[in-house]
């Protein structure tokens, strides 16, 4: 069974820094692209940050570019997003997310349960 | 960005109903499509791909259709375990983007 578990959230002041991880089992990891997807309460979801199966091509949406690093450690199965100058607009609940195998599109599955951000004074 | 649009906002359905759902891209993505459905406190779960196909292991009264701008989720003799907010999202251009959610109430 795929499992993807994140960790790493937390309650953060405006401009402060926080890094998740997203520990994975079930699968290959190292074959396979993986993202971060958020969603602020009440919203809909919204992609982050991409990275391919080694780490070498990473995407960022533009409202995290220069702010949040995306990175992968194949050996420890594990994916991580650095946050860093963040603001309230950065509150959200954070999920790992596998890209799917179905079709070959660009939609997750799965996803892990998530990991509250709150960043708040 | 390509902005879904998804309509209505909410619906009320009883159990046995057939619910409807649309989602409308800002600009065509052809089939590159999906759906997902998320309970209160969970993530997203991947419905269906490519706007037609149904992802392995969910159950077939959850069908999709539509190319270019215009999609439809139909959840046909809708089931207790149903009642979620469903998600469209778009594929086609980077970056991906989502839909503000339908949310599937009791009536």
């Known amino acids: 069974e795929v499992q993807l578990l994140e960790s790493g959230g937390g309650l953060v002041q405006p401009g402060g820094s926080l890094r998740l991880s997203c520990v994975t089992s079930?699968?290959?990891?190292?074959?396979?692209?993986m993202a971060w997807v958020r969603q602020a309460p009440g919203k809909g979801p919204q992609w982050v940050s991409s990275t391919d199966s080694i780490g070498r091509s990473t995407f960022y949406a533009d409202s995290v570019k220069g702010r949040f690093t995306i990175s992968r450690d194949n050996s420890k199965n594990t994916l991580y997003l650095q946050m860093s100058s963040l603001s309230a607009e950065d509150t959200a609940v954070y999920y790992c997310?596998?890209?799917?195998?179905?079709?070959?599109?660009?939609?997750?599955?799965?996803w892990g349960q998530g990991n509250l951000v709150t960043v708040s004074s | 960005d390509i902005q879904m649009t998804q309509s209505p906002s909410s619906v009320s359905a009883s159990v046995g109903d057939r619910v409807t759902i649309t989602c409308r891209a800002s600009q065509g993505v052809s089939t590159s499509l999906a759906w997902y459905q998320q309970k209160p406190g969970k993530a997203p779960k991947l419905l269906i791909y490519a706007s037609s196909s149904l992802q392995s292991g969910v159950p077939s009264r959850f069908s999709g259709s539509g190319y270019g701008t215009d999609f439809t989720l139909t959840i046909s003799n809708l089931q207790p375990e149903d009642f979620a907010t469903y998600y469209c999202q778009q594929a086609d251009s980077f970056p991906v983007t989502f839909g503000g959610g339908t949310k599937v109430e009791i009536k």
């Open positions: 079930g699968f290959t990891f190292k074959a396979h692209a």
């Open positions: 997310a596998k890209y799917a195998i179905s079709g070959g599109g660009r939609w997750f599955d799965p």
